[in-house]
């Protein structure tokens, strides 16, 4: 020990950062952090610190300072102060803490070492794991970020309570002793918080680790309509929930645990991106609407239920876009041989009679009921002339492709949405044997919403009470004068009114007039034979 109460320092080697501040000048210990934390060299070599006045020669000046004034008695006091004063002018105050560690009764050289060490030791072990869901893990290390701390500022403010640092401002002795007071009677604590990081390799990893997770949403689609299928008739493609990384908020949680010098894991979680569309929402707009069902009569040949066949070919599968309308002839073509039709009875004003194509007013009369059902709106409809086996008066459609006296039937979306189309000739759950026309038309869910018909006879028309006589030219049913046949009784005829009524869970909301059908009254028919019996 040196006069002054100071270890020696001249010639020799200095271990770690061992410079203090010194009485008469305001100096930083140098090379507060050392070069290279990970292995603990510190730079060594030779100080020589300004020399600080002795205890000695203070004692000394004060003590004359008592001569000359005189006054022994303050001269006792500020010896005692001295006293006071003495033990803490090499060491750290009690209550001064840096970084957590207790300074109190540490020279500086101790306190130096104590918080540098603990600064290599907390950076060596210092880690922040990027732990995902799947266990996999990445670590950040203070090596990884080149963190450096530097305790200087620290270390000076804890050496400057209760020591004189300044050579420009000069603390009295009575000052220093009312610094050791308040430095007893309250912690007085200090922190290297100071680093340096470079942040951009964080940025780097959680842009990779982002790129890694990001999965984009997908919505899902409609792939096909498949008409044949009376369970299932649409396909989807899956929505996919896509994910994404906040690297933003994981990167303020790294910060904070640099800044608390905290050791720990951070859950790297993705966060879902949902998709605007999903199969949920498109099977509201894929739904059975309607469906109506006409019977096919068992005397019906097999050439006219071809033709129904054929007929619900061409509209089976037909998709109908919002506002666009479906017309039957249109769709279903001429009716002819080359087009793929048969020749079979077909009505033509009340009279049965051969025609290609006989059968495809079943098949118009099934998609005008089922369009109407499922909300559509009418445009072009006939009735026929006179009431047909497979429905009610009021609820059918006939159609014609004869030029001069075509008629069609035709129907307008106004749904909302597409509306798709699956017709069928099938056979009877209930009967083996008889067969009947399917409709079912698809689009967006009515909900609790549903359409019914409903007919309503205005007016019966009598028929003439004369017969019609028609001469059997062809001999079709006789064949002299003397002989006649009645080929169809008298019948009365109808004025019906259709209407489309609109329910909610079954309460009606509205009753809307569609048609009037009128089916004329019938004379008796009797064919009559041409040719003289010899």
Same mark, same amino acid.
């Given at each position: 020990?040196?006069n002054?109460?100071?270890?020696p320092?001249?010639n020799?080697?200095?271990q770690?950062n061992?410079?203090?501040?010194?009485a008469?000048?305001?100096?930083?210990?140098?090379?507060d952090?050392?070069?290279?934390?990970?292995n603990g060299n510190?730079?060594?070599?030779?100080? *020589?610190?300004k020399?600080?006045?002795?205890?000695?020669w203070?004692?000394?000046k004060?003590l #004359?300072?008592?001569i000359?004034v005189?006054?022994?008695?303050?001269?006792? &006091?500020?010896g005692?102060?001295y006293?006071?004063?003495?033990p803490?002018?090499s060491?750290?105050?009690?209550?001064?803490?840096? @970084?957590?560690i207790?300074l =109190?009764?540490?020279?500086?050289d101790?306190?130096n070492?104590a918080v540098?060490?603990?600064?290599i030791?907390?950076?060596?072990?210092? &880690?922040?794991?990027?732990?995902?869901?799947?266990?996999s893990y990445?670590?950040?290390?203070a090596?990884?970020?080149n963190?450096?701390?530097?305790?200087?500022?620290?270390?000076e $403010?804890a050496? $400057?309570?209760?020591?004189?640092?300044?050579a420009t401002?000069?603390k009295?002795i009575?000052? +220093?002793q009312?610094?050791?007071?308040?430095a007893?009677?309250?912690? *007085?604590?200090?922190?290297?918080?100071?680093?340096?990081?470079?942040?951009s390799?964080?940025?780097n990893i #959680?842009?990779? #680790?982002?790129?890694?997770a990001y999965?984009?949403?997908q @919505?899902?689609?409609? #792939? /096909?309509f498949?008409p044949?299928?009376?369970?299932?008739p649409?396909?989807f493609?899956?929505?996919?929930?896509?994910?994404?990384?906040?690297?933003e908020?994981?990167?303020e949680?790294i910060?904070?645990?640099?800044d608390?010098f905290?050791?720990?894991?951070? +859950?790297?979680?993705?966060?879902a991106?949902?998709?605007?569309?999903? %199969?949920?929402?498109?099977?509201?707009?894929?739904?059975?609407?309607?469906?109506?069902v006409?019977?096919?009569?068992?005397?019906?040949t097999d050439?006219?239920?071809?033709?129904i066949?054929i007929?619900f070919?061409k509209?089976?599968?037909?998709?109908?876009?919002?506002?666009?309308?479906? /017309?039957?002839?249109?769709v %279903?073509?001429?009716?002819?041989?080359?087009?793929?039709?048969?020749?079979a009875?077909?009505?033509?004003?009340?009279?049965?009679v051969?025609?290609?194509?006989g059968?495809?007013c079943q098949a118009?009369?099934?998609v005008?009921l089922?369009?109407?059902?499922?909300?559509?709106?009418?445009?072009?409809h006939t009735?026929? /002339?006179?009431?047909v /086996?497979y429905?009610?008066l009021?609820?059918d $459609?006939?159609v014609?492709?004869?030029? =001069?006296?075509?008629k069609?039937?035709s129907v307008r979306?106004?749904?909302?949405?597409?509306i798709?189309i699956?017709?069928h !000739?099938?056979t009877?759950?209930?009967?083996?044997?008889r067969l +009947?026309c399917?409709?079912r038309?698809?689009?967006?869910?009515l909900? @609790?919403?549903?359409?019914?018909?409903?007919?309503?006879i205005?007016e019966?028309?009598?028929?003439?009470?004369?017969?019609?006589?028609?001469?059997?030219?062809?001999?079709k049913? %006789?064949?002299?004068?003397?002989e006649?046949?009645i080929v169809s009784?008298?019948?009365?005829g109808? !004025?019906?009114d259709?209407?489309?009524?609109?329910?909610?869970n079954?309460?009606?909301l509205s009753?809307?007039k569609?048609?009037?059908s009128?089916?004329?009254a019938r004379?008796?028919?009797i064919?009559?034979?041409v040719?003289?019996?010899?």
């Amino acid at each position: 020990m040196n006069n002054n109460g100071y270890p020696p320092y001249q010639n020799q080697p200095v271990q770690g950062n061992q410079q203090r501040p010194y009485a008469q000048q305001n100096i930083r210990p140098q090379n507060d952090f050392p070069n290279g934390f990970q292995n603990g060299n510190y730079p060594s070599g030779d100080f *020589k610190p300004k020399k600080k006045r002795s205890f000695t020669w203070q004692l000394t000046k004060f003590l #004359l300072v008592l001569i000359l004034v005189g006054a022994a008695g303050v001269g006792i &006091y500020v010896g005692k102060t001295y006293l006071d004063v003495a033990p803490y002018t090499s060491v750290f105050l009690d209550g001064v803490t840096v @970084d957590g560690i207790d300074l =109190g009764g540490m020279t500086w050289d101790e306190g130096n070492t104590a918080v540098r060490s603990q600064i290599i030791n907390k950076l060596s072990s210092w &880690y922040v794991r990027l732990k995902s869901t799947n266990g996999s893990y990445k670590d950040i290390t203070a090596e990884t970020l080149n963190i450096s701390r530097d305790p200087s500022d620290a270390l000076e $403010a804890a050496w $400057a309570i209760g020591h004189d640092t300044s050579a420009t401002t000069r603390k009295t002795i009575f000052e +220093l002793q009312n610094e050791i007071i308040a430095a007893n009677a309250d912690v *007085k604590s200090f922190s290297s918080v100071e680093y340096n990081a470079d942040t951009s390799v964080i940025d780097n990893i #959680l842009s990779a #680790l982002a790129r890694a997770a990001y999965v984009e949403p997908q @919505d899902a689609k409609m #792939l /096909s309509f498949n008409p044949e299928s009376t369970t299932e008739p649409f396909t989807f493609q899956e929505e996919v929930v896509g994910r994404t990384l906040d690297a933003e908020a994981i990167k303020e949680k790294i910060i904070g645990m640099i800044d608390s010098f905290e050791s720990g894991e951070v +859950l790297i979680e993705t966060t879902a991106l949902y998709p605007k569309t999903t %199969v949920a929402d498109l099977e509201k707009y894929y739904t059975l609407r309607s469906r109506a069902v006409t019977p096919i009569d068992t005397s019906s040949t097999d050439a006219r239920n071809e033709n129904i066949r054929i007929a619900f070919e061409k509209l089976n599968g037909q998709i109908i876009n919002e506002g666009a309308k479906l /017309s039957f002839n249109g769709v %279903v073509g001429k009716r002819s041989q080359t087009n793929g039709f048969l020749r079979a009875y077909e009505y033509n004003y009340g009279d049965l009679v051969w025609g290609i194509g006989g059968g495809v007013c079943q098949a118009s009369t099934t998609v005008y009921l089922a369009a109407l059902k499922a909300g559509m709106t009418l445009g072009d409809h006939t009735a026929h /002339s006179q009431k047909v /086996s497979y429905t009610d008066l009021g609820l059918d $459609a006939t159609v014609s492709d004869t030029n =001069g006296a075509e008629k069609d039937m035709s129907v307008r979306n106004n749904t909302g949405g597409q509306i798709f189309i699956a017709a069928h !000739v099938i056979t009877d759950p209930a009967n083996r044997k008889r067969l +009947l026309c399917e409709v079912r038309i698809y689009g967006l869910d009515l909900g @609790d919403i549903s359409y019914d018909l409903e007919t309503e006879i205005v007016e019966v028309l009598q028929p003439p009470s004369d017969p019609v006589y028609i001469d059997d030219k062809e001999a079709k049913y %006789v064949t002299f004068t003397d002989e006649f046949k009645i080929v169809s009784q008298a019948a009365e005829g109808y !004025v019906v009114d259709t209407y489309l009524v609109k329910l909610q869970n079954g309460v009606q909301l509205s009753r809307e007039k569609l048609t009037r059908s009128t089916y004329p009254a019938r004379s008796q028919k009797i064919y009559v034979g041409v040719a003289t019996r010899y």
